[in-house]
């Protein structure tokens, strides 16, 4: 892992602070869960550099994420869902893949999901490489349950990619993406809002790691971590989008919603944080149409206090809108939905500076 400069470590101060205030957050969870279910799977559709997908999205419980135990990002509450006693056995994780499995087998038979997927996304509670959450036997294993389909993607922090691991799928035939959480390609933005550690370099490395396997990079970047302005938010995402474009063939640009033992969750309780609108993420789409690569949006919670929202008429056509551009990236879609509440959003988008947070809700 990359190496903050020796004064964040400073007690009290920089991460060492965040960490110490996410770790008290997420000691208050008392939830378990069973190892041998993944955490949530689901079936979809999505856009890829090989065309438009039916897909079958997993997130597997492997016992959660390094960073997470050492703190976390301020945003997530993925840690909250994870195994108690950090690590989950080979045979659980396969009866994991065998309950997904059979999720898609019910949809098939309900009618629900047009035959197999021919794109498999896997997502843990932190990175599939890592080997401390999934071993090497593990993860050739579920190559090998996925060698018949078309597509692979899966999750990791850039510390955990190389050739070997990614070559575990690309040796099946398998055309594999690594999803890196990048979050955002502003160094400062990603440490001192988002807590997380690595630097845009590293994602770099990482993507040439990934091409050296024949893998490709789809880079996940976070709109509005908690201390941005709205317009700080929306100029960090347009610039994020644009470099990104230079390494990953797929840039996927959420919005951050409000999950439970988080400090975006305590901030939010103390009306210090609002989840972005969705008419920035439509700005952000639209702004960036034309670079490089593939640039889709899934913004979770919708129109819920909670999640990305706008005045609550009209969230549902916005986010039809942005699901539009998802799957034809067509920007003239956004053209087709107005609202008045796009006055109160310019207004914010003016006014709003860091130390007002939030101007509207
Ligand atoms: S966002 Fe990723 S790196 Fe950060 S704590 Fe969550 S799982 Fe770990
Ligand atoms: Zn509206």
């Known amino acids: 892992m990359s190496k903050p400069s020796p004064d964040v470590y400073e007690q009290g101060r920089g991460m060492d602070a965040h960490n110490k205030v996410m770790r008290d957050i997420r000691a208050q969870k008392d939830k378990t869960y069973d190892p041998h279910e993944p955490t949530r799977v689901w079936i979809d559709e999505d856009r890829t550099p090989g065309g438009v997908y039916q897909s079958l ?5 492997t016992g959660g994420c390094r960073w997470a135990r050492a703190g976390g990002c301020t945003m997530c509450g993925y840690v909250a869902e994870s195994v108690e006693g950090g690590s989950v056995a080979h045979d659980a994780l396969m009866d994991q893949i065998d309950v997904c499995l059979d999720h898609e087998q019910e949809q098939i038979e309900a009618g629900e999901a047009d035959g197999k997927s021919g794109l498999i996304k896997i997502y843990t509670s932190g990175s599939f490489l890592d080997e401390r959450e999934v071993g090497a036997e ?7 349950t996925f060698a018949d389909r078309e597509r692979i993607v899966v999750e990791s922090l850039p510390d955990f990619v190389d050739r070997e691991k990614l070559a575990d ?10 999803a890196i959480g990048l979050e955002t390609a502003t160094d400062r933005v990603r440490h001192d809002c988002v807590n997380k550690y690595f630097d845009f370099e590293d994602f770099i490395e990482a993507s040439e790691h990934a091409e050296a396997a024949g893998a ?10 908690p201390f941005l302005s709205e317009s700080e938010a929306i100029e960090d995402m347009k610039s994020s989008v644009r470099r990104c ?10 919005p951050t919603n409000v999950q439970r033992y988080t400090m975006v969750d305590e901030l939010y309780f103390r009306d210090g944080y609002r989840p972005p609108w969705l008419w920035s993420v439509a700005e952000v789409l639209e702004d960036t149409a034309d670079a490089d690569a593939i640039v889709v949006s899934d913004p979770v919670g919708h129109g819920s206090d909670r999640g990305p929202h706008n005045c609550g008429e009209c969230d549902d056509r916005v986010q039809k809108a942005i699901k539009d551009f998802d799957i034809r990236q067509d920007p003239s879609v956004f053209a087709e939905v107005s609202c008045e509440c796009e006055a109160t959003w310019d207004a914010v988008v003016e006014r709003e500076k860091s130390f007002s947070l939030p101007l509207a809700r």
């Open 57 to 61: 999205t997993i997130i597997l419980n």
């Open 138 to 144: 593990t993860r050739r294993a579920i190559a090998e």
């Open 169 to 178: 799928f690309t040796e099946q035939g398998l055309d594999t993406d690594v």
């Open 216 to 225: 490709g990079v789809k880079a996940y970047l976070l709109m509005k971590p």
């Open 245 to 254: 474009a230079e390494y990953a063939h797929t840039v996927s640009m959420n």
